[in-house]
Each structure stands twice: as structure tokens, then as C-alpha cells.
T-cell receptor, first 114, second 112 residues
Framework: EAQVTQNPRYLITVTGKKLTVTCSQNMNHEYMSWYRQDPGLGLRQIYYSMNVEVTDKGDVPEGYKVSRKEKRNFPLILESPSPNQTSLYFCASSLGTSGSNEQFFGPGTRLTVL | KQEVTQIPAALSVPEGENLVLNCSFT??????LQWFRQDPGKGLTSLLLIQSSQREQTSGRLNASLDKSSGRSTLYIAASQPGDSATYLC???????????FGKGTHLIIQP
């Protein structure tokens, strides 16, 4: 089944403890990105990647890192999480090298930082 | 910068009614417009994608239209069912590498 998977689905952590949220897609998509969703603010893009080893900042990149060593994986790294990073996170992918193609989303990761 | 607005923020209608959800955008230079459905605690499911050269797309009971000149898109749901209850999001792509700009969504409740 064609899909975008994320792990973990739920995570509670404490301020400053490094964490990684994994994202993987099995559709051979070039483009991958991360969004966060917050009440009243909607979905905002954090980082995106047009291809392996090519990443760039979205609208709200502060406090996050990403890497794209393989085409199928695009992990989101929080080196020192803070409470304002409590949010619902979505990974997305699309076929082409831009965000113009139909986007497919993962199931989301709900992160709470205490 | 593109802004996408969805009105109303919430809508409750009896089962069986036809309904229209609205999406407006400030910059008509969009590449495509995508409608999503989001169920509580779940991810986004893509419903319809309209390319900028198209005026509408249909899938089952859903029909989405796009009018770039007026900066509007609508999602028409025919013969609504309780299973249609969800939050509906529209998102515009400007054609570049920086992904989608989302509206804040319309929370739809279909009363049995």
C-alpha cells in the first residue's frame, strides 16, 4: 500500500531532551516536507527537501533540523525541544521536485514537550 | 505572501443536504489547489486536486471548482452523510518548491 508513515505517533518528552521523528514513504517521491499544525494557526511548513541531500527552510524552521540521506526517509530532529514546540506534526511527500504536485500526508505525530 | 481563508469555520447541517464549503485566496497566481479532509486524531486525506488550467474536478459526491480571477474555490458535497463529518482544508500551491499554503479549515458536522 502506498503510504507515508511516521513514528512515533505520540510522544511526551521534557525540555532539552533531543528527539527524532521519523518519516518514510514508499512511493519513490522526490519531494518531502514537514508541517506543524497548531490551533488558530493552521498548518505551517517547517522544512522541505526536493531530493536526496537537498533541504531548505520553510516558514517556521527555528528549533528544527532535517536530513535527507535516502530518498524514502526524511527525519525531523529537535535538538533541544521547548514547550512551544508542542504541536501536531505531519510529514508529506509528492512525486515531483516541487510542492506543486499532489501531496500525500502521514498520519501525524502528536508531540508534547513539558 | 499568499493568504488562504475558509469560511465558515464551522458548519452543522442535517443529513441529506447538499452543501458548499468556501475557500478564498489573495494571490491568483496559484499552480494548483488541493482539498483535504482531516478526521480527529488522524492525518490529512487528499480529496481533490485542481490544476490552475482546470475549472473543476469531481470524485463521487464531491465536486471542487476553481475561479482564479475571483480568488475562490468551492467544495460541493452532495447528499451529505454523517460519515462526511470532518474538518475540510483547502491548500494552494504557488508552483514553487516551498509547498502548500493552508486555510484554517471548516469543521463540518452532519447530523443524523
Amino acid at each position: 500500500e502506498a503510504q507515508v508513515t511516521q513514528n512515533p505517533r505520540y510522544l511526551i518528552t521534557v525540555t532539552g531532551k533531543k528527539l527524532t521523528v521519523t518519516c518514510s514513504q514508499n512511493m519513490n517521491h522526490e519531494y518531502m516536507s514537514w508541517y506543524r499544525q497548531d490551533p488558530g494557526l493552521g498548518l505551517r511548513q517547517i522544512y522541505y527537501s526536493m531530493n536526496v541531500e537537498v533541504t531548505d527552510k520553510g516558514d517556521v524552521p527555528e528549533g528544527y533540523k532535517v536530513s535527507r540521506k535516502e530518498k524514502r526517509n526524511f527525519p525531523l530532529i529537535l535538538e533541544s525541544p521547548s514547550p512551544n514546540q508542542t504541536s501536531l506534526y505531519f510529514c508529506a511527500s509528492s512525486l515531483g521536485t516541487s510542492g506543486s504536485n499532489e501531496q500525500f500526508f502521514g498520519p501525524g505525530t502528536r508531540l508534547t514537550v513539558l | 505572501k499568499q493568504e488562504v481563508t475558509q469560511i465558515p469555520a464551522a458548519l452543522s447541517v442535517p443529513e441529506g443536504e447538499n452543501l458548499v464549503l468556501n475557500c478564498s485566496f489573495t494571490d491568483s497566481a496559484i499552480y494548483n489547489l488541493q482539498w483535504f479532509r482531516q478526521d480527529p486524531g488522524k492525518g490529512l486525506t487528499s480529496l481533490l486536486l485542481i490544476q490552475s488550467s482546470q475549472r473543476e474536478q469531481t470524485s463521487g459526491r464531491l465536486n471542487a471548482s476553481l475561479d482564479k480571477s475571483s480568488g475562490r474555490s468551492t467544495l460541493y458535497i452532495a447528499a451529505s452523510q454523517p460519515g462526511d463529518s470532518a474538518t475540510y482544508l483547502c491548500a494552494d500551491s504557488g508552483g514553487g518548491a516551498d509547498g502548500l499554503t493552508f486555510g484554517k479549515g471548516t469543521h463540518l458536522i452532519i447530523q443524523p
